[in-house]
């Protein structure tokens, strides 16, 4: 039985979808919510791991940016791309914008939610 917790993931690329099938085949959650800045790919990645669901029972759905904010586990995978010939530097720049700007749609944040932030390269 999954403990009652929501847990959100930002970012619904295969980063985010590989966290989001783990959590469900471990059973770790009641709900899981899958959020992106492209409501389509939140949405197909959903449809994906709701074939999953027999084996666990967790629930998954598309969330917005504001629910993710109440979550009880927030976990943030959203981030640019490494393009060819950009510098480790610039790909920083990018995700520290993107990650204000995920952080600020989110609010306001539940206080007692934990935040786990993966990117790369490392933020802080």
Known sequence: MPANKTIAIIGCGAVGASIASALILRNVSS?????DINAKVAEGQTL????????????????TYQEAGQADIIVI????NQKPG???LQLIEKNCTILQNVIT???PINPNSKILLVANPALF
């Open 105 to 107: 749609s989110m609010s």
């Open 48 to 63: 994906d791991l709701t074939d999953s669901l027999f084996l666990s029972s967790s629930n998954v759905k598309v969330g």
């Open 77 to 80: 995978t959203a981030g640019a």
């Open 31 to 35: 709900t899981v919510l899958m959020v």
């Open 86 to 88: 950009e510098t480790r």
